[in-house]
T-cell receptor, first 115, second 115 residues
């Protein structure tokens, strides 16, 4: 597709359940980011992938959060044993090379609601 | 360490009047700076970026930003606001050369444009 695609667009889950959020980056983009956007918290960095390098996981808030990127393309963010404070919009972005001045293209996000 | 401060959470202007959205940053290095816009129910879109060239950066839709290293600000301006400019705007810093891969977002400024 032409842009970054995220699915599902909305997800409602019960507290304690696991969820998987998917991101399809722009074809050929080697760098991929996950961010979380919540009211009062702004945009919070979660994790960064670049090619075959080890990901930068420094933003993951707890060990309940994990992410993988298969084949250097599609990425999945998994949240285990969801809590109400995990409710937020999860944004994925990709960029062509991952350099510091390279534009990041964002998807429209997955709105996660934990009830 | 780096940080980004957007000085106004909300700005309201009349259509046809100038827009000024203020952003201060702190960085130990020479950062790359960006402004992103987020329209309701849409993904984040790059407006413009500064990467160590001219101090006045031109972006899309008539927006500009002036980079003042001595005063560490990167304010976003537009000479004449249009109704379609109503959105949330984010000032973003990248310190790629330090090894930090995360983009750091300001807390956002919501721009309202009155008819």
């Amino acid at each position: 597709g032409a842009g970054v695609s995220q699915s599902p667009s909305n997800k409602v889950t019960e507290k304690g359940k696991d969820v998987e959020l998917r991101c399809d980056p722009i074809s050929g983009h080697t760098a991929l980011y996950w961010y979380r956007q919540s009211l009062g918290q702004g945009l919070e960095f979660l994790i960064y992938f670049q090619g075959n390098s080890a990901p930068d996981k420094s933003g993951l808030p707890s060990d309940r959060f994990s992410a993988e990127r298969t084949g250097g393309s599609v990425s999945t963010l998994t949240i285990q044993r969801t809590q109400q404070e995990d409710s937020a919009v999860y944004l994925c972005a990709s960029s062509s090379t991952g350099g510091g001045n390279t534009e990041a293209f964002f998807g429209q996000g997955t709105r996660l609601t934990v009830v | 360490a780096q940080s980004v401060t957007q000085l106004d959470s909300h700005v309201s202007v009349s259509e046809g009047t100038p827009v000024l959205l203020r952003c201060n940053y702190s960085s130990s290095y020479s950062p790359s700076l960006f402004w992103y816009v987020q329209h309701p129910n849409k993904g984040l879109q790059l407006l413009l970026k500064y990467t160590s060239a001219a101090t006045l950066v031109k972006g899309i839709n008539g927006f500009e930003a002036e980079f003042k290293k001595s005063e560490t600000y990167f304010h976003l301006t537009k000479p004449s606001a249009h109704m379609s400019d109503a959105a949330e705007y984010f000032c973003v810093v990248s310190e790629w050369d330090t090894g930090r891969r995360a983009l750091t977002f300001g807390s956002g400024t919501r721009l309202q444009v009155q008819p």
